[in-house]
């Protein structure tokens, strides 16, 4: 049984020591005989983007010229024709994934910082006979340090020594090309680096005439007008594409003959729950190999691709969306689908704007899958119902919403102790110290409150305090008796003895208007009237019908204005 080794990304490294390695080789034949010149190839995070290309790297380039016992054994060494392709290319091997600084500056000079380091790695070319004294005193001086007035072109020169050098062109494999401008669109420097990486990506694989292939790889497909407005050379393989379906991620089958080597075969249905879900062109059943290896290494379930990153773009668009995403999320966490279309090239303009623009984000990130296709017949526009990828994700987004009420600053917990024992003054203090707390953080970065609707906010602000409750069903803007509630709140299993005497609640918002007759001049009457809804409107019609007994049911009705609240109760 092969050593698994966790977190290990260098193809030279597993091969050397044995380890578990899944054999994706056929992707250096795929790619290579495609012939494209540029390849972006996007897929989620911890899929393997960067084994591939270090693969790929120890196959073409002439620096693995004496390793071909790296790949004996393996799919790509079946065929004389690789056999005598491999370790022949000087090939350009560069990762932006540590570009992850909160200001522009710092970023592009992280960016020239890398390239200077792939200079040095080349320093050999100093002593080349087939430069002139001239090309190298330039690479000297780029050697020490790359300034912004000669990083645009620094990838290109470096192709035209290597290729002057060796007599063929070069390779270029660029690693998580979208990790700076994801970082800058979430720290506010976006149109700086856009700026910045079209000027290097046109001089890099545009008018790169040493150029013999190049493939850049990321999690999603950046608009083109963005940063590839220049390139007419490019081939974009997105999780929607055919190509290469199965060399990123694990296959059903190859997780299954994992799991008989790893004595864990009797675990495949919970294996299919937990990691399970996601789908590559017209092959389904693809499995996340990071939560596969981690789960063959430790021999428990765990939701392990969840919690290697912070998840912080989707967070933030989630948390500060307005509260139909909010609403779209709690269907999601409860099997619930969204039906929307989908545009793969992420425009992070349109995320400002646009909250549906989130679901292609969740989409290309892996959160969610495609569950059903519909094509309108004349215009062939395809919708996309979409559901939740597998348990992991679900676990992530429910604890990823707990973490945003679980400051300790903050009394949420106690609030919803106070709600469901009726304690209504305690409510009143505690919604009153959160509105204190959270309105502003709630109500910065991407959207000025005067866009906000302060029914949404409020909405939001209390369903997410309702999501954190794991023995309740939350639902939201539901039908029942003659309109729609705001929120109901029902124990999910009251067959538990111990569960079988919850509470269940009705909750109404109503905004205090001071144009409103005479009989709501206060909170208090705007609350009495939110509680009066509940009852002309019969919104207990849907919990009575589930067997839950009037008496177990408490409304709640808020009145709200600005940071102030008051929260009335009946039975």
């Not at 790509?76 to 370790?87: C, D, F, M, T």
């Not at 912004?148 to 270029?172: C, G, K, P, W, Y």
């Not at 124990?491 to 609640?505: C, Q, V, Y």
Request: with cysteine; glycine share 4%; proline share 2%.
């Amino acid at each position: 049984m092969r050593t698994i080794s966790i977190g290990a990304q260098g193809f030279e490294f597993l091969r050397e020591n044995d380890c578990f390695y899944v054999d994706k080789t056929d992707f250096i034949r795929e790619w290579w005989e495609y012939k494209d010149i540029v390849t972006l190839i996007t897929r989620p995070r911890r899929f393997g983007k960067t084994l591939n290309m270090d693969t790929l790297n120890c196959f073409f380039s002439n620096k693995y010229a004496d390793r071909a016992d790296l790949f004996e054994g393996l799919n790509i060494w079946k065929e004389e024709k690789y056999r005598k392709l491999q370790g022949t290319y000087p090939v350009i091997f560069l990762s932006f994934a540590s570009v992850k600084e909160t200001k522009f500056e710092a970023a592009a000079h992280r960016i020239m910082d890398l390239i200077c380091n792939l200079y040095e790695q080349y320093d050999f070319l100093l002593d080349s006979d087939q430069l002139s004294e001239t090309r190298k005193e330039k690479y000297r001086q780029r050697c020490r340090k790359i300034e912004e007035s000669t990083v645009a072109d620094s990838l290109n020169f470096l192709s035209e020594m290597l290729q002057l050098h060796f007599s063929r062109r070069v390779i270029i494999l660029l690693d998580e090309y979208d990790t700076p401008l994801q970082e800058a669109y979430v720290s506010g420097y976006w149109e700086e680096m856009v700026a910045f990486i079209r000027s290097l990506f046109n001089a890099a694989f545009k008018t790169n005439t040493h150029l013999e292939r190049a493939i850049m790889t990321g999690i999603t497909r950046v608009s083109k007008e963005s940063i590839f407005s220049d390139l007419n050379n490019l081939e974009v393989v997105t999780t929607t594409s055919e190509k290469y379906a199965t060399a990123f991620g694990f296959t059903e089958e190859e997780v299954f003959a994992s799991m008989e080597e790893f004595g864990l075969a009797n675990q495949k249905e919970l294996v299919k729950k937990w990691y399970d879900g996601f789908t590559f062109g017209d092959v389904t059943d693809i499995y996340n190999p990071w939560s596969i290896t981690k789960y063959l290494d430790k021999k428990r379930f765990a939701p392990y691709w969840a919690n290697t990153s912070s998840n912080s773009l989707i967070g933030l668009l989630i948390r500060h969306g307005e509260i139909e995403v909010k609403q779209t999320m709690e269907n999601l966490l409860h099997g619930g689908f969204v039906e929307t279309m989908i545009d793969e090239e992420i425009i992070f303009k349109q995320l400002d704007s646009d909250d549906d623009a989130i679901w292609s984000l969740m989409m290309a990130s892996g959160y969610l899958k495609i569950i059903d296709i519909t094509e309108e017949p004349e215009t062939f526009r395809r919708t996309y119902r979409l559901t939740l990828t597998n348990l992991e994700v679900k676990i992530m987004f429910e604890d990823l919403i707990a973490d945003w009420f679980a400051a300790p600053e903050i009394p949420y917990n106690r609030f919803l102790r106070a709600m469901q024992t009726a304690n209504l003054r305690e409510m009143n203090i505690y919604m009153n110290e959160i509105l204190l707390e959270m309105v502003s953080s709630f109500d910065t970065t991407k959207r000025p409150s005067e866009k906000l609707h302060p029914e949404r906010f409020y909405h939001g602000l209390v369903l997410g305090l309702m999501a954190t409750e794991r023995k309740y069903e939350v639902r939201s803007n539901g039908e029942s008796g003659y309109g729609r509630y705001d929120i109901t709140m029902v124990p999910k299993d009251t067959a538990r003895e111990k569960d079988k005497n919850l509470p269940s609640f009705v909750i109404e918002f109503k905004l205090f208007n001071p144009d409103a007759p005479d009989y709501e001049k206060t909170l208090e009457d705007t609350a009495r009237r939110a509680l009066e809804q509940i009852e002309e409107k019969a919104y207990d019609t849907a919990i009575l019908s589930r067997g839950i007994t009037k008496e177990q049911i408490y409304h709640y009705g808020f009145g709200f204005e600005g940071k102030k609240v008051y929260i009335g109760m009946d039975r």
